[in-house]
């Protein structure tokens, strides 16, 4: 057993049986959930849904996911956390803005991201992504614009004061950042670039280099 599912094993709880409550729309920003249906050896299929309380911080600040199958609480886990179903294991991981993977890996296959539930934010995003591709294409590509934005920024303020290390300064001379913006114009860009983290979040998508250095 790899080491990364090993630990994972370590997280892995079992369920108290208890049943799935039904997304509610003032959970929006606090709470995201996944469905997916998987055929048994029997023929029959199992539904299995994935819970993620985004607020509900337990075991210092840690936050859990809950698998549920056919309505009942069968495992939880802190994250990452990875959960045994039929035929593969159930991958789930955050970032600082939402959750950045929540996808089923089958035994020696290609994994597939869990459908959003469609009250959820992530599953009102891809609705809307669906009913508006055009529109949707365009505030990706503008998410990541900003970000790519708040990685430069960043590279030239943090190259200034390094350059002025004396070890830096005899190797490579001193570099003054060639744009000086005012604070009003660094705020509204680190915001914007907050904002386009948490979109990205919606659509699950994520880079260590974009959404964390970005800010």
């Not at 509204?188 to 919606?202: F, K, N, P, Y």
Request: glycine letters at 8%.
């Amino acid at each position: 057993m790899a080491w990364k599912q090993w630990a994972a094993s370590r997280r892995l709880k079992p369920g108290d049986g208890r049943e799935l409550q039904r997304f509610r729309w003032w959970q929006l920003p606090l709470r995201s959930l996944f469905w997916l249906r998987l055929p048994c050896a029997d023929g029959h299929a199992r539904l299995h849904a994935v819970d993620v309380r985004h607020w509900a911080r337990l075991d210092n600040s840690k936050i859990r996911a809950h698998l549920f199958l056919d309505g009942r609480h069968v495992a939880e886990s802190t994250l990452p956390a990875v959960f045994p179903v039929d035929g593969g294991v159930i991958e789930v991981a955050m970032s600082a803005y939402g959750v950045r993977r929540c996808h089923y890996r089958p035994l020696g296959g290609q994994p597939c991201q869990l459908a959003p539930d469609p009250a959820s934010a992530e599953g009102r995003r891809a609705r809307f992504g669906a009913r508006h591709p055009g529109l949707s294409r365009a505030i990706g590509i503008g998410s990541v614009l900003l970000l790519v934005i708040g990685v430069s920024l960043n590279l030239f303020q943090l190259a200034a004061p390094l350059s002025h290390i004396p070890p830096v300064t005899q190797r490579v001379g001193t570099f003054e950042a060639p744009i000086h913006l005012p604070l009003w114009l660094n705020l509204t860009l680190g915001a914007g670039a907050v904002l386009a983290s948490m979109e990205r979040a919606l659509r699950l998508r994520y880079s260590a280099l974009l959404d964390t250095a970005g800010h």
